[in-house]
C-alpha cells in the first residue's frame, strides 16, 4: 500500500467527521503514501493536513470539489494541486458557499412548515462554523441537527424523507456549469477531474464533459463497480486523460465509513505527481 494515494476525502471543513489532521492519521495507518482533501468548495482545511502530511510522512494532494450543474444534474469537479491562497479561488469559492448558504435558509424555512424547527446558530454549531469562518455548510450537516433533535431516526432517513431530490425540504439552486469550474480550478494552476461519474447516471453527459476540457476521470470510487470502474479507465486512457480514484471517505458512523474507509479506493501515487505538476 505504501505506493497509493487515496484523492478524495473530506474533513469537518465541509460535510466531514474529522479533522484535517486525523484523515491524515487514518491515511499513515492505512499504509498509503498520498492523500488529497477535497472539501466542497473550500480549501480551508488544506494548511492543517500539509501540516499533519509533514508529521505523518504523507503526500498531501491540494484539492478541493466543486460544486457544478448541467442539463438538469449536480455534477462535481475535482480540482488538485491548485494554488490555495490564489485570492481569485478563494472569492470563487465563496460564492459557490454563498449560493450554498442560500440554500441552506430555503431548506430550514420549508422545514419549519413541516413542524421541524432548526436555526441558523443551530446549523453552525453543528458544522463548527464558529470556529472557521470558511467551512462549507450543506445538507449533511442539516440531516444532522434533524437527528440531534429528534425528528428522524438516522442522517439516511433525513434524506430519504425530507432532503434528498423530489423530497419536501429540498430546494435546488442555480449552480455554475462544470465548464465555469474547470477553467477556475486550471487559472489556480490545478487539474480538473469528473468526480465519481457512475452517481450522474448519464456516461452521455460525463463523456461530454470529458472531451470539453477536463483533465481526468474518477475511474476508481466506493460507489463505483469493477463493470463501472473498467469502463471509466478505458474512456480516460483512450484520450489520453488522468485516471484518479479515491475513497470519498466522509466520516464513520454506527462502524461504517461513508462514502468508503480512506484507503478503500486508491490509485498509483505516480498519479500525484502527474496532478502537481505545473505544466
Known sequence: MNNRADLHSHTIASDGMFTPAVNVQMAK????????????????GIK?????????????????????????????????GIAVDDPVLLQRLQSLRNVRNNRN???????????????LDELE???????QRDRSIG?????????????????????????AEGMPGYVSQTRI??????????EAGGKAVIAHPGIYSDDDLVLSILDAGADGLEAFHSDHDAQMEQRYVSWAENRGKLVTGGSDFHGVRDGVAFHGAIGSRT????VVHRLLATQ
Open 267 to 270: 490509485v498509483d501515487a505516480a
Open 48 to 80: 492543517e493536513a500539509l501540516e499533519a502530511g509533514q508529521a505523518y510522512g504523507i503526500t498531501i494532494v491540494p484539492g478541493v470539489e466543486m460544486s457544478t450543474a448541467f442539463e438538469g444534474k449536480d455534477i462535481h469537479i475535482l480540482g488538485y
Open 177 to 186: 456549469a462544470p465548464m465555469e469550474a474547470i477553467r477556475w480550478i486550471h
Open 29 to 44: 495507518e492505512a499504509g498509503l503514501a498520498a492523500l488529497a482533501i477535497t472539501d466542497h468548495d473550500t480549501v480551508a
Open 105 to 119: 435558509e430555503e431548506i430550514l424555512a420549508r422545514l419549519g412548515q413541516l413542524g421541524m424547527s432548526v436555526s
Open 139 to 163: 445538507r449533511p450537516h442539516i440531516a444532522q441537527v434533524l437527528l440531534d433533535k429528534g425528528y428522524v431516526q438516522d442522517i439516511r432517513d433525513a434524506f430519504d424523507r425530507f432532503l
Open 125 to 131: 454549531i453543528v458544522a463548527g462554523k464558529s470556529q
